[in-house]
């Protein structure tokens, strides 16, 4: 099976690369020009592969999605996998803390491990790990950075209030 993928260069968080095959999408980096960001020399390079993911990104970004509805390949442990089901559950504009999040996996006690899968979700704004935030209301760790997680929940809450 063929692995692809493309750089989507404007979005309000900055650069994107999605990866992917007919399975599904696979991966969503916030391009930042790290080294390990390259893609592997076997990946076809196919914008048009990538096209219904790039026109949900757009409605998203313009207030005009809520859900996304792609196919995506999921790769990771049955935890990680049960976390991020649930961060799929999440509503949009809405935020819940990593232990609200470890009870609805019925996991009260495993806060930290829920924040690792959290930080490990390959798919992020697809599948909506930004919508997670510390206990006290602080934003905490994001792979894109807590400006861009700042940006897709600021984005969320002032496109939830014209519903």
Known sequence: ????????EKTPVGP????????????????????????HT???????????VIRQLQEYFAG??????????MEGTDFQKKVWK????????????YGE???????????RAVGAANGQNPLPIIVPCHRVIGSD???TGFGGGLE????????ESSQRRLL
């Open 137 to 139: 209301g602080s934003l």
């Open 148 to 155: 861009k997680k700042r940006k897709l929940l600021d984005l």
């Open 1 to 8: 099976m063929r692995t692809y993928f493309a750089t989507l």
């Open 101 to 111: 999040l470890a009870n609805r996996i019925g996991a009260p006690k495993a806060v």
């Open 86 to 97: 649930n961060l799929q559950k999440i509503p949009y504009g809405e935020t819940i803390s």
């Open 16 to 39: 994107l690369c999605f990866v992917g095959s007919e399975i599904g999408l696979s991966t969503v980096w916030f391009l930042r020009g790290r080294k390990d960001e390259k893609p």
């Open 64 to 73: 005009a999605r809520r859900e996304f509805e792609i196919p995506l390949l």
């Open 42 to 52: 076997e990946w076809k390079e196919d914008i048009a592969f990538f096209s219904e």
